[in-house]
């Protein structure tokens, strides 16, 4: 449900670096819905392809989401979220240097299937099943 | 209208895949709206960029879909698209044995233009010339 | 704020024409907000990984574009923003030889921030000081 695009610095990353930061993310979505929901791809970015204000940007990180499975019921829950997310990822952006941004968008939960599957509703058996099994499988609700 | 962004291992599809893919789509589309509204994107992702639950994924296929063109207006409308959409792409990923996940974003009508020109309303004479000659030019109301 | 995505041929652009769109770009809105909330993102797609109707495009440029600091309050405001912005960007597109769709998405304020702070909101001494710095810092209003 969460797609995580992560432009980064070339140099920005190793392998476990990124291996580090999905799960991170993941371990945060994992709590309240099934982890496979949870894409993140990682996209390097030359200088001469990234630009911030009008210049080339050598040590940023641009992530955009799209939130899929959930919709944040006020703006206190929207803002919690992402101080969380914040704090989570300055672990790989701020405390090395690297300026960073992020934003959320929000899309419709009728226009999403995983494996051809509509995917099960908030707090339903069928969802707990994909939890539990972390994988889709056929919804047995409406 | 629709842009379709299909995130794919390197190894999943060839040239003669993607066109057929590509084709598959632009029909579903091209009964009710111009051809060229349909634009489609193929970006091959290498495993250690591509993490789906915080683990490596390579063999799974992620597709990101715009609309902008038409917006569905009733939840049984969306998924009746997706079922379709679902249907017409499990010959590119289930059936090769390939994980997947599809998810549509709507976007505003007013903030899209081709090349240089706002696109017809739905139904109109002008949406008509533009399917026909299946190419933009300028739209004559308001 | 807004991110731009510009998918692109490979041999469309020089080096200093991606600098001369991004900072042509950038001056629109810097008018209005900080400039370094302006982010552009180049892509190079080959044709047999575009497809615009079904068939490879050579010669396409497609822009893809979310707004996060301002949203347009009335649909006059939302054709006279891409009214301008196809004027300007005419010049590395249709005065080229280039086919070429744009569209702009609007996704919410709250799921955003910047080095970790939460971008001020529009007309406050907050953004007015992230205006003349052109940096972020903590945010005092609420």
Do not use: C
Request: cysteine-free; glycine content about 4%; proline content about 7%.
């Amino acid at each position: 449900m969460p797609l995580w695009k992560i432009y980064h610095p070339a140099d920005a990353y190793s392998a476990e670096d990124k291996r580090d930061i999905a799960q991170a993310i993941t371990s945060v979505y994992g709590r309240v819905m099934p982890k496979f929901y949870v894409g993140v791809v990682f996209e390097a970015v030359s200088p001469d392809n990234f630009f911030i204000g009008g210049e080339p940007h050598p040590r940023f990180v641009r992530i955009a989401v799209d939130h899929i499975a959930r919709t944040f019921q006020s703006d206190e829950l929207k803002t919690a979220f992402m101080s969380r997310m914040s704090k989570l990822l300055a672990t790989w952006t701020s405390e090395r240097g690297l300026d960073w941004e992020i934003h959320v968008d929000e899309t419709p939960f009728e226009l999403w299937t995983i494996q051809g599957h509509f995917p099960p509703r908030e707090g339903t058996e069928d969802e707990k099943r994909w939890m539990a099994e972390n994988r889709a499988s056929p919804r047995t609700h409406s």
